[in-house]
C-alpha cells in the first residue's frame, strides 16, 4: 500500500523557533505537495516541487520555505514560527499531472501549535 | 483563478438513503476534478477523480457527475452507511501545465443511524 509519511503528529514550537516538517513517500512519486488546513478556509497550498531540487510557491509561500534533496523527501520549514502558523499541515504527493485514477495521496497531517 | 466551493458546509442523511455532495467550480479551463473524504483526524483520501471530456464515472457506491455548462459536479453516494460519515472536499486542477490542486472548504456529512 503506498504511503505518504508525516514525521510527526503533533507539535508544540515557541514563537521564533524554526520547525521542520518532514514527508517522506515511498511511491517514486515525482510530484510533492505542503497544504495547510484551517478551519473555515480549507486546503491552501504553500509550496511543491515537482522534482529533486526543485521547488514553486503556491498560495500562501509567506513565512516559508521548503526543501527537496531526494525524490522521496520534502521538507516544510518554518524560518521563525509565529502563532499564525499554527495549523494543520498537511503533505500530499502524486505520480502524474492529472491523470485518471492517480489522485493525490496525502498524509495523516502534522497539528502544529505555536505558542 | 481557480475557485471551487460547495453549496453546503453541513449534510446529515439516514443511514441506507442515497447522499449528494455538490460543488460548484470557476475556472472552465480545469480539465481534471477529485473527491476526498477526510475523517477526523486523518488526512484527505482520494474517492474518485473525472477529467473534463467525461461527463459521469462511477466507483463502488460513489458516482461523480460533471456538468460543465455551469461547472458544477457532484459526489453521489449510494445507500450512506455511518462509516460515510466525514468532510468531503472536491479539488479542481487549473487546466493544462497545472500541477496545482485548488480545494474547496467542505461539506461535513453526517449519517444517521
Known amino acids: 500500500d503506498v504511503k505518504v509519511t508525516q514525521s510527526s503528529r503533533y507539535l508544540v514550537k515557541r514563537t521564533g523557533e524554526k520547525v521542520f516538517l518532514e514527508c517522506v513517500q515511498d511511491?517514486?512519486?515525482?510530484?510533492m505537495f505542503w497544504y495547510r488546513q484551517d478551519p473555515g478556509l480549507g486546503l491552501r497550498l504553500i509550496y511543491f516541487?515537482?522534482?529533486?531540487?526543485?521547488?514553486e510557491k503556491g498560495d500562501i509561500p509567506e513565512g516559508y520555505s521548503v526543501s527537496r534533496e531526494k525524490k522521496e523527501r520534502f521538507s516544510l520549514i518554518l524560518e521563525s514560527a509565529s502563532t499564525n502558523q499554527t495549523s494543520m499541515y498537511l503533505c500530499?504527493?502524486?505520480?502524474?499531472?492529472?491523470?485518471?485514477?492517480?489522485?493525490?495521496?496525502f498524509g495523516s497531517g502534522t497539528r502544529l501549535t505555536v505558542v | 483563478g481557480e475557485s471551487v466551493g460547495l453549496h453546503l458546509p453541513t449534510l446529515s442523511v439516514q443511514e441506507g438513503d442515497n447522499s449528494i455532495i455538490n460543488c460548484a467550480y470557476s475556472?472552465?479551463?480545469?480539465?481534471?476534478f477529485i473527491w476526498y473524504k477526510q475523517e477526523s483526524g486523518k488526512g484527505p483520501q482520494f474517492i474518485i477523480d473525472?477529467?473534463?471530456?467525461?461527463d459521469k464515472r462511477q466507483g463502488q457506491r460513489v458516482t461523480v457527475l460533471l456538468n460543465k455548462t455551469v461547472k458544477h459536479l457532484s459526489l453521489q453516494i449510494a445507500a450512506t452507511q455511518p462509516g460515510d460519515s466525514a468532510v468531503y472536499f472536491c479539488?479542481?486542477?487549473?487546466?493544462?501545465?497545472?500541477?496545482?490542486?485548488?480545494f474547496g472548504k467542505g461539506t461535513k456529512l453526517s449519517v444517521i443511524p
Open positions: 516541487s515537482y522534482d529533486v531540487k526543485m521547488k
Open positions: 473525472i477529467r473534463s471530456n467525461m
Open positions: 479539488a479542481g486542477e487549473g487546466g493544462a501545465g497545472s500541477y496545482q490542486l485548488t
Open positions: 500530499a504527493s502524486s505520480l502524474f499531472h492529472g491523470t485518471l485514477g492517480n489522485g493525490y495521496t
Open positions: 475556472n472552465s479551463a480545469s480539465d481534471y
Open positions: 511511491m517514486d512519486h515525482e510530484n
